[in-house]
C-alpha cells in the first residue's frame, strides 16, 4: 500500500504508522524550570543527539493548537535551559507518571516521588534515579509548519554544557547497554527494553 502521510484511514490503518516505522526511539525525559522557580518533568519520544563536537541534541514539543504551549516549551524559552534525563527500565513508570497533563507549576518529580539533584551547569535538576542525564543550555528553536487545525510542533536545539553517568552503568571505559537499560517508544501506546547489542564494525576501504 501507498498513500499520504494522513491518509492513512483510507489505507485502513486505525492509527498513523509514522512513529510506529521510525522506532525504536530514545526518550528524552526533559527536566525544566521556569522564571518563577517552577520545576517540570516531562517525557518526549521525538529526542536525539544530532552532533558530537559540539554536542547538541534536539527534541520536539507539540502544541494542539495556535494558543496552546506546553510547560516543557515555555520554561526552556524562559530560562534557556534544560536537562535530559535518560530513562532506564527502572525509571518507566515514574516517567509514564510525568507525562499527566498537569497543572503549570506542579512538581512532577513530587508527583512520580522522584529525587531532585541540582545541576551543576545550568539552574535546573536532574532525576536522581536515572543512569544518565545530559544539561543543555538552549541554541535554538524552530517553529515547525501548522497543520490545518493550528497544531504545531516546535524543535529545540540544546548545546549539551555537562554530562552525568553513574558510575554503576561503566565497565571497562564504557556505558554498559546491559546495565543502563535503556528504554525505547515505540508507536501507539508500546514500548520497548533495549536488551539484545552486538558490535559491527565500518568496513575497511583500500586503495
Known sequence: MFFEPMDYKNAGLAHNPLKAIVAPRPIGWISSCGNDGSVNLAPYSFFNAVSEDPAIVIFSVQASGP???????RNVTETSAFTVNIVGANQVQAMNVSSGDYPYGENEFTTAGLR?????????????EVPAALECTLLQTITLPANDRGGHYTAILGTVTGIFVDESVIV????????LAPVARMGYRDYANINDFFELGR???KG
Open 67 to 73: 494558543n496552546h504551549q506546553k510547560d516543557t516549551l
Open 116 to 128: 531532585m539533584i541540582p545541576g551543576t551547569t545550568v539552574n535546573v535538576p536532574h532525576v536522581g
Open 172 to 179: 571497562d571505559g564504557k556505558i554498559s547497554y546491559a546495565l
Open 203 to 205: 568496513p575497511v576501504i
